[in-house]
């Protein structure tokens, strides 16, 4: 197992009252994938850092994507080559690195009538895909006759099928994945903290160097200092509103797009694999992906301008991808009152005069202010990791020229993540067994088990650990289960209410919100119990969570629930 104690709620007063006597080399503004991604760096090359996010980890785009580690076949149309060969290559690392949450898993990619993709077309394309991201051999496409495709996949409309695909994607839960990173880091010595504002800059006296933060501490509610050599701002859809508590935006900024998702019942949706397919009004491809008993489609590309923490899915975006699985899929007859959940997620992508959102490129770049912050910007949840190296390039390179500092090269390509030390990828699959064998007299199923695992990987027997330790006659093995996942998310990763666990760490809200109803009070009451909650503390959390509840369905209100 590789745990660190250090990662908690439960010693955050004294962490934080160290933060304002210490001198980093490295603050990061921002909790999400590229933030987490930049700590693990800087750290696993020796340099002091800090990490802040002023809401949870991953509370943005990072718990919002279509939670994929794919390569990018899209790009291809656009002529990202070398897009494509990188993200290939990192989809690949990853695998490696975090077996637990990344998953290989097989795409169809039917072709239709006045598609946007031909026969001859997507065969090409799979051929360079599969040849520029290094695809292993019994991943690579294969190409299929109508007949076989229907054989694949009966619910496809056959009266346009011209034939298709299937190559492989790797599925992921984007927000552990985030979360795992940052234990990583912690690891190697990044403090990191959720909840903690940046709302100002401090700068060297007699100049313009920025050389330190003002914080909030949104759980303590005090307001505090950090003091750095380095600044990188890696605050997604937020950059450019942290750029100008710097200085007044020039030259590039952000365009923000919204990706819309909804979650329905699986038998609603009975998918025997992942499909990528055509939507039939705008020349675009979205996803259908069964995860347990749900399936989830997206996503949408529009232009956002709203409020940025909370984007939300509003009846035309449902409408349009309940449209266009009606389309392709014309038998299950979807409708909104089939959604459980949705989810918005903001691309945080470089504006260029004159494209569509869906036009726009997903690369990554690097700004610099006047006053020496570096901002990233762009990018894909797939290349992180190469992000966050090009990110701390240009970080060791400044500490070069300011003290002489040796430049170290990246070394995150050898480490293994939290939670996925396993001698090959192969052995997540024997892990489980082993587990449910040793655990089925207790009362927990190889499902539960499994599912344990695809969350905390080479961690889980810690979770289980906290069920045996339970003294709680009448429970259920079931509610035993979930009280110590969350036991082991409050000790290990930072968790501080509801949402954390129930969003974040677990994905329950998105993917099993019919059953949170149930066991909403009896998480509250444990939760009550490890944080030492007030009674006014404890209405509050759940008032927090209830919001998150009715708010990914809260666009039937303008609807009606039935239409």
Same mark, same amino acid.
């Given at each position: ?75 291809? &149309? ?27 898993? &097989? ?300 430049? &170290? ?19 997540v699959e024997t892990f489980i067994q082993e587990l449910a064998a040793q655990y089925e007299a207790q009362g927990i199923t190889v499902q539960q088990i499994e599912d344990l695992v695809y969350k905390y990987g080479s961690n889980t027997p810690q979770v289980l650990q906290f069920f045996e330790e339970q003294k709680k006659p009448g429970k259920k ?87």
């Amino acid at each position: 197992m590789d745990l660190t104690r250090n990662f908690t709620i439960l010693n955050r007063p004294q962490t934080i009252a160290g933060i304002e006597n210490t001198t980093y080399d490295l603050i990061i503004i921002g909790g999400g994938i590229t933030g987490a991604g930049i700590a693990l760096d800087a750290a696993s090359r020796g340099l002091k850092t800090l990490l802040l996010e002023m809401q949870d980890f991953a509370a943005g785009t990072s718990s919002r994507s279509t939670k994929l580690i794919h390569g990018g076949l899209r790009y291809l &149309k656009q002529l990202e080559v070398g897009l494509v060969r990188e993200v290939g290559q990192e989809r690949a690392l990853l695998y490696s690195k975090a077996p637990h949450i990344v998953h290989p898993k &097989k795409m169809l990619l039917p072709i239709i009538e006045n598609g946007s993709l031909g026969v001859n077309a997507t065969s090409f394309g799979l051929y360079m895909y599969d040849w520029l991201a290094g695809v292993e051999k019994d991943e690579r496409r294969s190409m299929h006759t109508k007949a076989e495709l229907l054989q694949m996949e009966p619910l496809l409309r056959d009266d346009l099928l011209l034939g298709g695909g299937l190559y492989y994607e790797y599925q992921t839960d984007d927000a552990r994945l985030t979360i795992e990173v940052l234990k990583t880091a912690n690891k190697f010595g990044a403090t990191c903290f959720n909840y903690t504002e940046v709302t100002g800059f401090h700068y060297q006296t007699g100049s313009n160097k920025i050389a330190g933060v003002k914080v909030f501490d949104h759980i303590g509610k005090a307001a505090f200092s950090a003091y750095a050599k380095q600044v990188v701002n890696a605050a997604g859809p937020w950059v450019d509103i942290v750029r100008t508590k710097d200085e007044h935006v020039k030259g590039k900024r952000l365009h923000l797009t919204k990706g819309v998702h909804v979650v329905v019942p699986y038998e609603r949706l009975p998918l025997q694999q992942a499909t990528y397919f055509d939507t039939p009004t705008d020349n675009r491809m979205i996803f259908a992906i069964p995860r347990g008993n749900t399936t989830y489609i997206g996503t949408t590309d529009t232009t956002y301008t709203g409020n940025i923490a909370n984007p939300q899915a509003d009846a035309e975006d449902v409408e349009y991808i309940l449209s266009a699985v009606n389309f392709m899929f014309p038998s299950v007859n979807l409708t909104i009152a089939d959604v459980l959940s949705t989810w918005t997620g903001l691309r945080p992508l470089i504006h260029e005069d004159g494209k569509a959102p869906s036009a726009l490129s997903r690369k990554d770049e690097i700004f610099y202010s006047h006053n020496g912050l570096i901002s990233i910007a762009g990018g894909k949840l797939t290349g992180f990791r190469k992000m966050a190296e090009r990110t701390v390039d240009a970080v060791m390179k400044e500490l070069y020229k300011t003290e002489g500092r040796d430049i &170290k090269n990246c070394i995150t390509d050898s480490i293994t993540l939290s939670g996925g030390h396993f001698i090959y990828p192969e052995d997540v699959e024997t892990f489980i067994q082993e587990l449910a064998a040793q655990y089925e007299a207790q009362g927990i199923t190889v499902q539960q088990i499994e599912d344990l695992v695809y969350k905390y990987g080479s961690n889980t027997p810690q979770v289980l650990q906290f069920f045996e330790e339970q003294k709680k006659p009448g429970k259920k093995p079931k509610e035993k289960l979930l009280l110590a996942e969350l036991r082991y998310c409050v000790q290990y990763e930072m968790v501080s209410n509801l949402s954390d666990f129930l969003i974040r760490r677990t994905g329950r809200l998105y993917f099993e919100r019919p059953s949170i109803e149930k066991v909403m009070h009896l998480l509250l009451d444990e939760l009550e119990k490890l944080l030492g909650l007030t009674k006014q503390q404890k209405l509050k959390c759940y008032s927090d969570f209830e919001k998150e509840y009715r708010f990914v369905v809260q666009f039937k209100e303008t609807v009606g629930a039935g239409s």
